[in-house]
């Protein structure tokens, strides 16, 4: 199964100041060993909301809204596709982290916590009938392109 980690924003984060080298050494490691274990597919931090837009869509209008966003704890700062064989395995790993982080002496943000949550990807075989031969086939090229313009 497939599962984004979303690392949610705080108070820190949307400053735009980045992380400094001792999360960012921790960090880099995590990643290593995610790599190593075949489980991390993609990863990236995020530019605060200041630097955003959100686009929304009512009936016969869209609208274009332009950051800071006020609710920082519904932001994301980062995020992760990792492959893992179940939640719990993903849970695991979210410890694992949180368990370096701390050995490092790495604090947590001001407020006193930090949220990571995690959520199931959809594969095309969670979509029941309505993802008919025609639509899955035409997922298929498309995952198919995507992978040809990714680096090695």
């Not at 990792?82 to 947590?108: I, N, T, Y």
């Amino acid at each position: 199964m497939r599962v984004m980690v979303i690392i949610k924003a705080n108070k820190e984060s949307e400053t735009g100041a980045g992380p400094d080298e001792k999360l960012l050494t921790v960090m880099g490691g995590f990643n290593e060993d995610l790599v190593n274990a075949g489980v991390m597919l993609a990863g990236e931090g995020l530019h605060p909301s200041s630097k955003g837009k959100r686009v929304r869509f009512t009936p016969g209008k869209v609208s274009v809204i332009d950051g800071p966003f006020a609710e920082t704890k519904e932001l994301i700062a980062g995020y992760w596709l990792w492959r893992v064989s179940s939640l719990d395995e993903a849970v695991e790993w979210v410890k694992q982290l949180g368990e370096r982080l701390e050995r490092a002496g790495v604090p947590l943000p001001p407020e006193g916590e930090a949220v990571i949550e995690i959520r199931q990807v959809h594969e095309m075989e969670d979509l029941g009938p309505e993802f008919t031969p025609d639509l899955r086939e035409q997922e298929i090229r498309q995952r198919a392109r995507i992978e040809q313009r990714q680096p090695s």
